[in-house]
């Protein structure tokens, strides 16, 4: 079955608010994780990435957590705008000299005006 | 990203035609990959290739055929067009020299058998 998944299929945020997206993963081997947004007919963007040694990065209004020990990762989006409305993506490498991605299904964040 | 480039970007095309999806990168990368994206189903991956001559079949090759023919250069064929292969199709590249396994995408080709 599909290793990398999501909590919710969708996401309503009020402009203004911060915004949540989770992801569960359950290959403990895993050690580097991306965040993509796919904007509606465009292909995905890289957002941010973290690798299994860390537990929290910072980019520009975004932070990914990872919780190794539940297997989660989650990206959060300060300030949401309502060009944040898109599709997101979690992925994930699966170590062991991988080159592989594995996607999840995705959460589409919509953004109320 | 318009460092990865495809085309055609959209194509219609009938049952038992074959077909060639193209795509281009100016980044410099070793590895390129072709994906579907299907509602529902996310990213799969058809194939990959580290470089010229490496091809490596993904998840869902049956159907498929590729060819490098230059670092820079990835086609996906669909030798006889079937209606289930109607989807966006991706492609993306990663840079060996980056230490990263992060991929780029291209806009997409969104491809329809009639």
């Known amino acids: 079955g599909e290793s990398v998944g999501l909590h919710l299929p969708t996401l309503s945020v009020q402009e203004g608010d911060n915004s949540i997206i989770n992801c569960a993963y359950s290959?403990?081997?895993?050690?580097?994780f991306i965040w993509y947004k796919q904007e509606s007919g465009k292909g995905p963007q890289f957002i941010i990435d973290?690798?299994?040694?860390?537990d929290k990065r910072q980019g520009q209004r975004v932070t990914v957590l990872l919780n190794k020990t539940v297997k989660h990762l989650s990206l959060q989006i300060a300030a949401t705008q309502p060009g944040d409305s898109a599709v997101y993506f979690c992925?994930?490498?699966?170590?062991?000299?991988?080159?592989?991605?594995?996607f999840g299904k995705g959460t589409k964040l919509s953004v109320i005006p | 990203d318009a460092d990865v480039t495809q085309t055609p970007r959209n194509r219609i095309t009938k049952t038992g035609k074959r077909i060639m999806l193209e795509c281009s990168q100016t980044?410099?990368?070793?590895?390129m990959y072709w994906y579907r994206q299907d509602p529902g189903l996310g990213l799969r991956l058809i194939y990959y290739?580290?470089?010229?001559?490496?091809?490596n079949k993904g998840e869902i090759s049956d159907g498929y055929s590729v060819s490098r023919q230059a670092q820079a250069k990835f086609s996906l064929s669909l030798e006889s067009a079937i209606p289930n292969q109607t989807a966006l199709y991706f492609c993306?590249?990663?840079?060996?020299?980056?230490?990263?396994?992060?991929?780029?995408f291209g806009p997409g080709t969104r491809l329809t058998v009639l």
């Open positions: 980044k410099g990368h070793d590895r």
């Open positions: 290959n403990s081997a895993s050690d580097y």
């Open positions: 993306a590249t990663s840079g060996l020299a980056e230490f990263t396994d992060t991929q780029y």
């Open positions: 992925a994930e490498n699966r170590g062991a000299g991988s080159y592989q991605l594995t």
């Open positions: 290739s580290f470089d010229v001559k490496d091809i």
């Open positions: 973290i690798r299994s040694n860390m």
